[in-house]
């Protein structure tokens, strides 16, 4: 009886042997299918080098304006003289790349009372003067300082003026917040700081609804264009953006 249990015993033995050497070959191969994956959907890539204005320009043509600086690995507007703050050395900037499916990520901080946004989709011609006449925004703000956040829809994390952000998670002015902009065939999702604060569709019978009854309502090509450059606004406050990271989706 003995011999018949020992004999038992490694039998088990080399099945479970047999069991874990099958889980762990599944395990590593199932690692580079997930690499793979990642990489058919693009890579992470700088659209600011920490260190120089390559791959933007002013809005319209031209060099970046002397009022956006560069300094500690970010982007920042000195908007000490508000004369002519969209017109002289300020403005608002674009990138030269135009993009249609990304994924968009950034840091940014605004001084106290501050105004700005990130701006996709833009369409950059004679026609249209300002980028926020074409492309949807991410509204950058210091809600507890900034008259705007008055408004519902015009706080930190919104879709400007179309779709209020849900939950609030913006830090407080002189704070650096994680932004991400995530546009992928009509899909649109925003996310604040980890967490999701705006989902909705564009380009549909809703959302053409939503820009009729917004403060867009009389610019025929707002929120229409389906590629197009992404822009820092120059609102006339001091903000800072640095992390400027896009993946093609």
Known sequence: MKKAYLSMAVCCGLL??????????????????AEATESTNGEWIDLFD??????????????VGAAWKIADGAIYLDAANKDGWQTGD?????????????????EWKIAENGNSGVIFYINESDEYQYPWQTG??????DNEGHPDAKIVSHRAGDLYDLVVSE??????AGEWNLAEIIADNGSLEF??????VVNTTMWTPEWEEMVANSKFKDMPGFGTFKKGKIGLQD???????????????
Request: hydrophobic share 30%; aromatic share 10%.
């Open 16 to 33: 479970m042997a047999c069991a874990e050497q099958k889980s762990s070959e599944e395990a590593d191969t199932a690692q580079p299918m």
């Open 235 to 249: 609102h006339g406050d001091v903000v800072y953006f640095r992390n400027i990271q896009l993946k093609k989706l």
């Open 136 to 141: 949807p925004e991410m509204q950058v703000l």
């Open 90 to 106: 300020g403005g608002d900037i674009v990138t030269d790349e135009e993009f249609d499916n990304f994924h968009l990520k950034y």
């Open 191 to 196: 996310r604040l700081n980890g967490v999701s």
């Open 50 to 63: 920490g260190t120089s204005f390559a791959g933007w320009h002013k809005y319209g043509g031209g060099e």
């Open 167 to 172: 939950p609030e998670t913006v830090k407080p």
